[in-house]
């Protein structure tokens, strides 16, 4: 039999205090904002290494992060604006700090008529993680593109299934980028005569860039496996071809081979200084080992020491940075060896 205190405990434990709207709409926040775990919805691909698997688990808890950042994001803006709204409402300002910021103008640029085309075509001469540092230097060349005080028009063509899958692995917004993408070659879609493949192993020593043309840049990282296959390409195909000065400006220690994402970068620096010599120091990383001919120091904010005589200058090679956080910067591809020039 209950005594009357007993009944008062356990009618106090029973009547507790119901939570607040506050309180309620912080849960459910908190509930739409937690991510899920990622193995736990989708199912592992079979057959995976265990290399692949742990790089597999990453991606999804990174696409659960970026899932529950979106809707986070998403909630503070409506907040932000039923706080706004009720506050104009009741005649109060609008305090600082609940005021968009404006957007700083951009610089002005002069775009260029130049075309840059990208040569995808070369997906199943890739390994997957070659594969995945051309797409990482696609972006890095987009990027640069967006920058650049004189952009150009940039094409993405022979867009197969395997690079469109890695680049939606990589950068779910790339679609939206302002770049022209085909699954058709470059023959296919610009006027033959116009085009102009970049190839190390070409004997024709581009001084300029006419900016009328189209010129193409091979998508591939194949640390030199395949030789001459961009040239061979455009020789077959009849495609005018060449390459850029970097001989008649600077001498390398290793084969004048360069990234995609270097020639995209070299080339937007030549339409702004219209100096071949400037470009290659800008871009060109320092641990390759090149001299400047002609006398000019390099000016390159980077490079830290010059030694050697008055008209030449030896840069000493930086080593280059190990980055294994898994929230770090894409790396740099300046290692990816292509067939590009």
């Not at 302002?178 to 005569?193: H, M, N, P």
């Amino acid at each position: 039999m209950h005594s009357p205190s007993d009944t008062a405990n356990d009618s106090s434990c029973s009547a507790a205090p119901a939570p607040s709207v506050e309180d309620a709409s912080n849960q459910t926040q908190h509930q739409a904002t937690q991510p899920a775990h990622p193995t736990s919805a989708l199912a592992e691909p079979p057959g995976l290494s265990k290399k692949a698997q742990k790089r597999w688990i990453k991606e999804q808890r990174w696409k659960a992060r970026k899932e529950a950042n979106k809707e986070k994001n998403k909630e503070k803006k409506q907040a932000r604006r039923e706080q706004i709204l009720r506050l104009k409402a009741e005649g109060k300002p609008v305090p600082p700090e609940l005021r968009l910021k404006k957007r700083k103008p951009q610089k002005s640029t002069k775009p260029s008529p130049l075309t840059i085309c990208i040569d995808m075509s070369f997906e199943d001469l890739m390994t997957d993680k070659e594969l995945s540092s051309l797409c990482r230097q696609v972006e890095q060349g987009y990027g640069k593109n967006r920058s650049a005080e004189r952009p150009v028009t940039m094409t993405l063509s022979s867009l197969g299934p395997k690079t469109v899958q890695c680049l939606d692995a990589r950068c779910c917004s790339w679609k939206n980028w302002k770049v022209t993408c085909e699954s058709k070659s470059a023959l296919e879609i610009f006027d033959k005569d116009k085009l102009v493949y970049l190839t190390a192993d070409s004997p024709n020593v581009l001084m300029e860039l006419d900016e009328t043309n189209v010129y193409i840049v091979g998508g591939i990282v194949d640390r030199n496996r395949y030789k001459n296959i961009c040239y061979d390409r455009a020789t077959v195909a009849g495609i005018a071809h060449g390459q850029l000065p970097i001989g008649e400006y600077i001498s390398m220690a290793s084969r004048k081979v360069l990234t995609t994402n270097q020639v995209i970068d070299i080339m937007l620096k030549y339409l702004e200084y219209k100096d071949w010599r400037q470009a290659f120091m800008e871009v060109i990383p320092a641990r390759k080992g090149w001299k400047v001919l002609g006398g000019d120091r390099p000016h390159d904010g980077s490079i830290d020491k010059c030694v050697g005589q008055a008209d030449t200058y030896q840069l000493e090679l930086d080593e280059p940075n190990d980055e294994s956080s898994d929230d770090s910067e894409p790396e740099n591809d300046e290692e990816d060896r292509g067939d590009n020039l």
